[in-house]
């Protein structure tokens, strides 16, 4: 039995050896997911793979952490050219069409309102995040340790993507609706499907529009986060995160 509580506390200070990055409702939530098969592999895990594991976990700890707050802060998506979410490509025109008769204000509200919209949603990505980094297991850690300087964030895409979006879309659908952004948006379609064959091309819906750009962006910034903890001394803030990146 003390050998199991031993255990049961290392496999938890993996997960949250910063406060910061995990609150108590996630713990409680999940407390139960530790097996006895999970337990057992972590007795049997030599010491140069159990700091992998540890180093790699708190990277993403550290990187998930900066990348939510860096986009869910205000401006988060609005001020980083890099993922500002933009008009759709086909309705461009209508950008330089309306700002030519004075109606450039409207486009920049509406333009606005999608960003604040992705900003809102951001901050449902932490928990499951740290969901899939606690299930992530020693293959899968190694394999993401030994990649690309985004190996992690691919992973994480791969995991969550589809569980994101359906996160999103509640705060997402929220906020465009306190900015009147749905009918705004389907009066620009409508304007541009007056255009000969321009009905034949597929839109998104402005729900689906702003969550695929706003995951994107989120995982754009994920990536830049990982890649810096694996190239720059300076970011790696903890004497474990020192010693596996070196």
Request: aromatic share 10%; proline share 3%.
């Amino acid at each position: 039995m003390k050998i199991k509580m031993t255990v049961l506390f290392f496999a938890l200070s993996l997960i949250f050896s910063s406060p910061s990055f995990a609150s108590w409702n996630w713990i409680k939530k999940n407390i139960g997911k530790f097996t006895e098969e999970q337990t057992e592999v972590i007795k049997q895990t030599s010491l140069s793979e159990t700091e992998i594991g540890q180093g790699l976990k708190e990277a993403l700890k550290v990187g998930i952490n900066n990348a939510v707050s860096a986009v869910s802060k205000s401006g988060g998506y609005f001020q980083n050219e890099d993922i500002k979410i933009p008009l759709p490509k086909q309705l461009e025109f209508l950008d330089r069409t309306l700002r030519r008769i004075n109606m450039g204000d409207q486009i920049d509200d509406f333009v606005l309102s999608m960003n604040k919209a992705a900003e809102s949603a951001a901050p449902a990505a932490r928990d499951i995040f740290l969901d899939i980094l606690f299930e992530m297991n020693i293959e899968d850690a190694q394999k993401v340790f030994q990649g690309g300087d985004t190996a992690a964030t691919e992973y994480f895409k791969s995991k969550t993507y589809d569980q994101l979006a359906d996160a999103f879309r509640p705060t997402v659908d929220k906020t465009l609706k306190e900015y009147d952004v749905t009918d705004h948006y389907e009066t620009l379609i409508e304007k541009y499907k007056t255009i000969p064959f321009a009905n034949k091309v597929n839109m998104l819906s402005p729900d689906e529009y702003v969550i695929t750009k706003a995951l994107d962006g989120l995982f754009f910034v994920l990536g830049q986060e990982e890649a810096k903890i694996r190239k720059n001394p300076a970011a790696r803030i903890t004497d474990i995160l020192k010693k596996v990146f070196k």
